[in-house]
């Protein structure tokens, strides 16, 4: 299953980043800033939320994506770092919530600790009264109920913060040679088949072409396992040695790394002041992390309206830097 990553707003506004699930119809959330620019259908889609941390400008949609789902069966996960769940007990408790018997929205929240997380439930039937549930133990990461791998590691922002990194389950890509060779048409059942192989249900068979095929002969004439990726979104926190020998346990190699650039290098003493990053100090990582490339993100609004001087800075240490993808562009 392939993440497709997009920045909701511009580069200089507030960071939040949508990612739809191949062949799913869920969405997942990188932080929520302002999510005015997400269309009512995407919002409704996403069911996990991942915060760094709860300045206004990383949890600030939190109220409008609660409103959309209001309405809505299912659960609404945040996972983020140690206190959390104070955070979103806050925000439910500046509202009255005496009309909503009828509602079936629970908000669950996963607070990631350094050995454990903590899990509360928030029953929209019961006016959002904090449910504690289990403290599980953890070994630096959580495997999400679709197959992906969340690790996590500690930033330095004054507050607790959290980088993620999300790692792809291994694919079943369909070999178009042989899938020639097998001489059918390719047809929903090839979809059929990838999920049965991704779910190791191999027994049975499969309608192709009008015969009656094995699912296991099918997969290991026409089916490549292909690693999944890894993709990690890193921002609010310094460069120094600690957080880079953080990030490297956890994201090295990376895939695609999301990377804040809040200010140009001639402004570097102000970036250690306020606990951020250069776009030059978001290329020294991705050299760091062995990535493939680096989308910057949450500049310092004095740079509004123009990415040139960022990409030019990053692309001097990491030639593979590239204009992050925009929700709503003509490719999405």
């Known amino acids: 299953m392939r993440l497709e990553t997009q920045l909701v707003n511009a580069p200089w506004e507030d960071p939040a980043v949508f990612l739809q699930l191949e062949g799913k ?15 009512p259908r995407d919002l409704l889609r996403v069911n996990r939320v991942f915060l760094t941390h709860a300045h206004i400008d990383h949890f600030i949609g939190f109220d409008a994506l609660l409103r959309m789902h209001l309405g809505s069966p299912g659960a609404l996960t945040f996972y983020g770092p140690e206190g959390l769940t104070a955070h979103v007990q806050g925000r439910l408790a500046g509202y ?4 909503v018997e009828d509602s079936e929205l629970t908000l669950e929240v996963c607070e990631i600790l350094p050995h454990q997380v903590r899990w509360t439930r ?29 690790r996590f590691a500690w930033m330095e922002h004054g507050v607790p913060c959290l980088a993620w990194v999300l790692e792809e389950p291994d694919m079943q890509a369909v070999d178009p040679e042989a899938l020639r060779a097998e001489g059918v048409p390719p047809g929903p059942w090839l979809s059929e088949l990838k999920q049965k192989a991704a779910a190791g249900r191999l027994s049975g068979h499969l309608e192709v072409g009008g015969r009656s095929v094995a699912v296991r002969d099918l997969a290991e004439r026409l089916l490549r396992s292909r690693p999944g990726r890894r993709l990690a979104y890193v921002t609010d926190t310094i460069f120094n040695k600690k957080t880079v020998a953080a990030l490297r346990q956890v994201a090295r190699p990376v895939d695609e790394l999301w990377c804040e650039a809040s200010y140009l290098h001639l402004q570097r003493d102000k970036a250690r ?3 951020h990053m250069t776009a030059r100090q978001a290329g020294r990582l991705a050299v760091e992390l062995q990535a493939s490339k680096l989308h910057l993100f949450h500049y310092s609004r004095r740079y509004q309206k123009d990415s040139a001087p960022h990409l030019a800075e990053a692309r001097e240490v990491f030639p593979e830097t590239l204009e992050p993808p925009r929700y709503g562009s003509p490719a999405s």
Do not use: K, Q, Y
Not at 25 to 39: E, K, M, P, V
Not at 96 to 99: E, P
Not at 131 to 142: K, Q, R, S, T, V
């Open 25 to 39: 119809s869920l969405a997942w959330l990188i932080d929520c800033g302002t999510l005015t620019s997400l269309r």
């Open 96 to 99: 009255a919530w005496n009309l």
């Open 122 to 150: 928030f029953a929209c039937r019961r006016r959002f009264a904090a449910e504690p549930g289990p403290h599980d133990a953890h070994e630096g990461f959580l495997e999400l109920p679709e197959g992906v791998i969340l």
């Open 273 to 275: 002041e306020n606990l």
